[in-house]
């Protein structure tokens, strides 16, 4: 490295001569100055080795500038040599020497002397720097060092080749909560490591810790326990590894460990998880199997029964469809809450996914228990739920298994149970069997007709009957009910057999649309044929999937439009049970199709759960009083309820009718308590296209001869 030598004198030609004698010096640089202020300018900026300095200058002399160079921490170490012409008495020299000066040299100099002198301040210098280099960076290796062991996140403790700790790392205090004070001078067995085995100091050497490190090997292990504060146990993962003196002996070990806590418990978390729902916190499908499993082994020991229950709600997958899956997932929620509010702590409740749930009853009685717990899980969940301020009805179906007469295995017992849930289903849902034999054929037969059914749907292989509606006062005809029919072979299926599976499958929009085009295009054909009366009206059941479809009412409107007639022919029927869900879409299409200006009818009226309130919201033309109350007319429960209705529908300003009357004293009965108009066998039972004509054909004014029913034939 080169080194500078910086000289000051106000003579050039001192300088000049200067120059020439140290020309001599290998690899060194000379700068020159020529006052004192330029020589202090420069060794601000520059490192020097040395400076010869002239004592006499004008201005500033050597002396105040050795002066100021002593002052500043940057040029206080620099080696001066005076050079000066005058004055070789001791009080000269020593305030050269008191001003900072190293020597001096009086002119006129041997060169020889001169360069001497000179290379031994630079080698002085030289070797200062040296130091100066290797110091700077021991320290920066010392730091690192100590920032690495200061900042790991692992906790560090070193041990002497007895097992007593000599050094703790920051991050081991905070891990143990202990300050190394505590713990440096002990030993590790005896203030860190908790063992089961007997190690603590003369034990030491026989630690599978000390024998690997002692044979060069690291030892780890992630079930380790330290103690930590208060004694605490704290579970940890560590390393120990052999340290070796300069020499290379085996002189002790370093430990690094990590709090595993977090990891325990994620651990734990993990299997939880592998047991139970997350959304529910029921148990899931792995817990629900080891239950199973479990209660079969016990009731081969015990002798004692036990049942399953499978359980399946109605309509989550309407929830799921219309309102997301959040309000599924809610839904889910708050099903779990009611389902285990019904069951004992002893049964087992488990979610094995979507809307499937099972419950185990084991016990002495377990058979009664399930029939009564099916009953009140009916019951509850036919209650409606308020998810995200919307009221939902949902149901469910529910099937039962005994073991072990119903099932020698688990797989067995799931499909047994499943298959009777399945029949549940079928048999119109939010309802409960058991397991029978025969169920097998019975859901294979459902099964048959739904592969049917979809045949059907290709080529709209149904029928229409319609039930005539009377004013029971005078016997005339005012409307009547499109009701659909199937034929397969030449076995008639009852729609409510098979309108279930419809609206399981999602058929039943294809049919529905079927249904209503069909009824548009007959009440075209009897309107221009018939001067039918004012308020004369058909009307088609619909299904609440339906009323969720958001093209309901174009596609509605487009069979009108198509069919030409009057919207106020036609008029719909929603059933009341069914027609629960307030969601926007149900509400909009309501309104669409009054805008439409057909009529809306709610069904069944009074067996559904509709509060007066809500229903003062619908936009409804008539209500039909359900059957089971015209059965009841007679008895003054019965009664009571249809003057109520009687008295609602004048409120709410729509229509009232009644169905299934099938006795003249049911008629008359109904007409002193205010409804007159009716449906029932009593009067007619639903009948094909072509006999209702005929009925027209009696009762009302023919318009125009010329135009037959061609349709009928075709329906
Ligand atoms: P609903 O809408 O309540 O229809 C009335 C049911 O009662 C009809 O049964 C009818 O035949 C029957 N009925 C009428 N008068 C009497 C009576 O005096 N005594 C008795 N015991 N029964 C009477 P049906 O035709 O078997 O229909 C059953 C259900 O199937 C209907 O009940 C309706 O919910 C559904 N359904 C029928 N057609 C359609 C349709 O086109 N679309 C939809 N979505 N559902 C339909
Ligand atoms: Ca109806
Ligand atoms: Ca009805």
Known sequence: MKQSILIVDDQKANLVALEATLADLDNVEIISATSGPEALSILL????????????MPGMDGFEVASYMRQRSKTRHIPIIFLTAINKEESYMFKGYESGGVDFMFKPFDPFVLLSKVRIFLELDGRQRQLEDALSKLKQVK??????????GEGIIGVCLKGTITFVNPAAEMILGVHSSALIGQHLYEAVIVSTHHAEKTGWFHTKLYKACSEGRAFHTDVGVFRSHHDKMLPVEYTASPTHSPSGKFDGAVIVFKDITERKKIEE????????DALTELGNRNLFSSALNNSITYSDHSGQSFALLFMDLDRFKQV???LGHDAGDELLKEVAIRVAQCIRDSDILCRLGGDEFTVIINGEYAEKASVRVSEKLIQALSQPFEIFGQELYVGASIGIVYYPEMGKDTSELIRNADMAMYQAKHEGRNRYRVFEPDMKTQVEESMALEVELRRAVETMDFQLHYQPKFDMTNGQVVGAEALLRWKVGDKMISPATFIPIAEETGLINGIGRWVFETAAVQVKQWSTRFDLPEGFRISVNMSVQQLQDPDLVRVMGSFIDAANIDPGLLEIEI????????????????AGIRGLGSGIALDDF???YSSMGYLAQLPLTVLKIDKTFVDDVHKPQ???????VVALARGLGVDVIAEGVEQEDQASRLIELGCVTAQGFYYSKPIPAEELEQLLESSFVILDSAVSSAANSGS
């Open 45 to 56: 900026k520059q490192t020097v080795a040395m400076v010869l300095l002239d004592v006499q």
């Open 143 to 152: 730091t690192s060092n100590e920032v690495l062991l200061r900042s790991v």
């Open 269 to 276: 978390k993990l299997h939880y998880m592998a047991q139970y």
């Open 320 to 322: 799921n469809d219309t």
């Open 575 to 590: 059933t009341e049970s069914l027609f629960l869900e307030r969601t926007e879409v149900n509400l909009r299409n309501l």
């Open 606 to 608: 009074g067996t559904g």
């Open 638 to 644: 019965g009664s009571a309820i249809i003057s109520a």
